[in-house]
């Protein structure tokens, strides 16, 4: 793998048509996330470090952080959102 970024414990990889971006205070395993843009993997890296949870992230990106983070109670906020992202209902009026 191919390190083209660090920031404050984290590393952005370049792999294949994408990026892995790895909190090195936490085992591979556990502690990386698969991004498909550069600027993207080095905003992620920014939210994690600020402890920011923007509300217009995918699911995905907000899993992201989740894997990313190593600060219980930021986790704990950021599953919150998808757990209430993932229970939001769509309305249709069928008027």
Known sequence: MNQI???KGF???RVGD???VHNTNKE???GH???MNYNTAKHVIDLV???SIPHHLSCYLLTSLVRLSDDEEYKEKVNLLISNKRKKQVYVNRA
């Open 5 to 7: 970024y660090s920031k």
């Open 11 to 13: 590393i952005v990889f």
């Open 18 to 20: 994408g990026f892995i």
């Open 28 to 30: 591979f395993k556990e």
């Open 33 to 35: 996330t698969h991004i």
């Open 49 to 51: 470090s600020h402890k």
